[in-house]
DNA sequence: CGAGAAGTTGACACGAGTCAACCTCAGTGG
DNA sequence: CCACTGAGGTTGACTCGTGTCAACTTCTCG
């Protein structure tokens, strides 16, 4: 921690490009960091976000490659920042570093190849319902009634996550609180049955035709 | 090479399942080896298929993991095999030899990354000239009128590739044989133009080898 | 209170999956 | 040598999910 830098973001300010050296290793303070790629077109698609915790350019700083995506900060973030050589002294300190990086590295494997199958197989429905269940595991507040998801999160925000439209999301969360499975407001999300929405990003049953 | 211990598969052959813990690294000495991930459904998908030269469960070993994918030998296949204990000592002795693993792992990373993007943004024709163009960097071989893809490559194989239907592959590929893009036979796919197809992919041309 | 952002809803279009029918080869056994 | 068979491939008809767009409502903030 002391050898650490720190870093302040504004809302929507741009930490790197894709293709940018890496030169530190990123650790979240509070706030978020919203990683994604931008396709040859133009057509952004968001990988992934990282709240406070998260460490960021793990495996490309060991390697001394480029970032594989943009990082862009969603609502005020505050970072620390380890440059290049610092690390690798303190990884030659202490190996269980290198460890630990390696161990969150391998998570997000995990997590990227999901993230494949899920496109490759799941409808929009499917994909928002996970990630609704993905925000409840990280910030997740219960509240009467329910569990609140505690961030402000508009539709978009919400269908980016999901890989979906916004217009998708919000009839998809309308019906949703039709049906009793949660309440929604502007830029709020309240899930009252997880069992339920853990059901239906699971096994997409019953309407299955004769 | 002198530590390694042989296996050979047959066509189809499970070599391990996804949730499997490993026990050893991999190396492919020829055939393929077929990763794929199986939805709660039951439907699999194809996350990659590596060939010769390729090193597999690089990450999960060195961080003792299970496997995150299934894998499944096609055609006939033969592999080298380091049970773990006796990689860690290898390491101990040549620590690049981490780096190289790290240095794939990295690659793969980017890869399932750009897949992700594929999967959110692009269509099934997009995906179909991708995994041509891959397939051409991995087993291309000129031949007259164009460049072989040097295999037995079913529309089914293929269509597993880019994430589709072989309905939609068979229909694309008998447009651009139309075009003159390239020539299509039983198990057979000879391109003719690779600029056309790298054109209609997206202009993406990642590079890296596995 | 006005303006703009956030969200809702309906109409419509289109990509692509599904299914059924069909074609066409490569082997195999009589 | 030929007919049979089955896997591999093609094609058309249909359906459905979901993206796009436009018009509208509702909330928030200065």
Redesign the pocket.
């Known amino acids: 921690m002391a050898a650490a830098s720190p870093r302040r973001l504004a809302n929507e300010e741009i930490l790197f490009l894709q293709g940018d050296p890496v030169g530190e290793l990123l650790l979240i303070e509070c706030g978020q960091l919203r990683l994604s790629q931008i396709s040859s077109e133009g057509e952004e698609v968001v990988v992934r976000v990282f709240g406070p915790g998260a460490i960021v350019a793990g495996l490309a700083i060991l390697e001394g490659r480029t970032f594989p995506v943009t990082g862009t900060a969603v609502g005020e973030t505050r970072l620390l920042a380890w440059p290049r050589a610092r690390l690798l002294e303190l990884i030659e300190r202490h190996p269980r570093l290198r460890d630990n990086i390696l161990s969150t590295i391998a998570d997000r494997m995990h997590q990227s190849l999901a993230r494949v199958r899920e496109l490759a197989t799941g409808?929009?429905?499917q994909r928002l319902a996970l990630a609704l269940l993905r925000l409840l595991r990280e910030r997740g507040r219960p509240i009467e009634g329910g569990i609140l998801i505690d961030q402000l999160l508009?539709?978009?925000q919400l269908a980016d996550l999901a890989d979906?439209?916004?217009?998708?999301a919000?009839?998809v969360?309308?019906r949703w609180a039709r049906e009793g499975l949660l309440e929604?407001g502007?830029?709020r999300v309240v899930v009252c049955s997880t069992r339920r929405l853990a059901q239906l990003a699971g096994s997409q049953i019953s309407a299955a035709a004769p």
């Open positions: 409808t929009a429905e508009g539709r978009q979906t439209s916004m217009f998708t919000s009839r969360l309308a929604v502007r830029q």
